[in-house]
Nanobody, 124 residues
Framework: QVQLVESGGGSVQAGGSLRLSCAAS????????MGWFRHNPGKEREFVAS????????YYTDSVKGRFTISRDNAKNTVYLEMNSLKPEDTAVYRC?????????????????WGQGTQVTVSS
């Protein structure tokens, strides 16, 4: 069992930056692939980024490439999402997830554990 708690959300103007953190409980954090997803009411949950167990491989959805960076610190049981050059369309609730998705990095159904989420609002 893994419990995930996100922090770092907030309201920023377009072009600004935020850094999200997701702290995990338990001693098996390094055995999980970690992902960030986002969603808005009435819309599908959207894959944002994911990172391998050791942190050496990461994937991003096209709309955030070059602006967002996912990283992890296994010693601190924490995964991060650095978000730069934020746009109004990045507004959403961001949730971190842990799992063993295999090749289904971007499929939210492949992740087993989820945090409650943190709101990110970007104004124009």
């Amino acid at each position: 069992q893994v419990q995930l708690v996100e922090s770092g959300g907030g309201s920023v103007q377009a072009g600004g930056s935020l850094r999200l953190s997701c702290a995990a409980s338990g001693r098996t954090f390094s055995s999980y692939v970690m992902g960030w997803f986002r969603h808005n009411p009435g819309k599908e949950r959207e894959f944002v980024a994911s990172i391998s167990r050791g942190g050496g491989v990461s994937y991003y959805t096209d709309s955030v490439k070059g602006r967002f960076t996912i990283s992890r610190d296994n010693a601190k049981n924490t995964v991060y999402l650095e978000m730069n050059s934020l746009k109004p369309e990045d507004t959403a609730v961001y949730r971190c997830a842990a799992g063993a998705p295999g090749v289904r990095w971007s499929d939210h159904r492949a992740y087993d554990y989820w945090g409650q989420g943190t709101q990110v609002t970007v104004s124009s």
